[in-house]
């Protein structure tokens, strides 16, 4: 499969300022995006561990409940559909728990997966940026 032009839906809110900006990526695109983010190879590698570690959050959920971002400046992360996620403390947002779900899954990958390592570092580095502008930045920082 080759990139294909994904069908995204700018989103506007308070959690992203004018500099890095997310753009929720369509249903019916999630697939797409995830194996032009992570190739054939790594595609069942790098979607699994997402997944695993945010259905431990929210037990019984599968990947049609969670959101995919793409940031504008080429990091992405996937989150618990708000509406979805049934907070168990008032510690972080869906958004904020994605965000550190996705960073500690892309560092665990920039550690161990040899000649990808620095394209997960990458996009590690991304997201770590996006996090810098978010909200709670704090709890995301003293988590990651």
């Known amino acids: 499969m080759k990139n294909q032009e994904l069908k995204v839906k700018k989103i506007n809110n308070n ?16 697939f797409k995006f995830l194996y032009n983010f992570f190739g054939e190879k790594l595609f069942k590698i790098g979607k699994c561990p997402f997944y695993d570690w945010l259905n431990n959050i929210c ?18 992360y996937i989150a618990p559909n708000d509406e979805k996620f049934p ?6 947002s869906a958004d904020a728990t994605g965000i550190v779900v996705t960073l ?6 920039a550690r161990g997966l040899g ?4 394209h997960f570092a990458k996009l590690y580095k991304l997201l770590r940026r996006f996090a810098a502008q978010h ?3 704090e709890m995301i920082f003293a988590i990651c």
């Open 15 to 30: 959690l992203c300022n004018k500099h890095i900006t997310a753009t929720l990526v369509h249903k019916s695109d999630k």
């Open 59 to 76: 037990k019984g959920n599968t990947g049609e409940e969670w959101n995919i971002y793409i940031l504008s400046n080429g990091g992405f």
């Open 87 to 92: 907070s168990s403390s008032d510690l972080l």
């Open 104 to 109: 500690v899954n892309l560092q665990t990958m």
């Open 115 to 118: 000649k990808s390592k620095g």
């Open 135 to 137: 909200a709670e930045r």
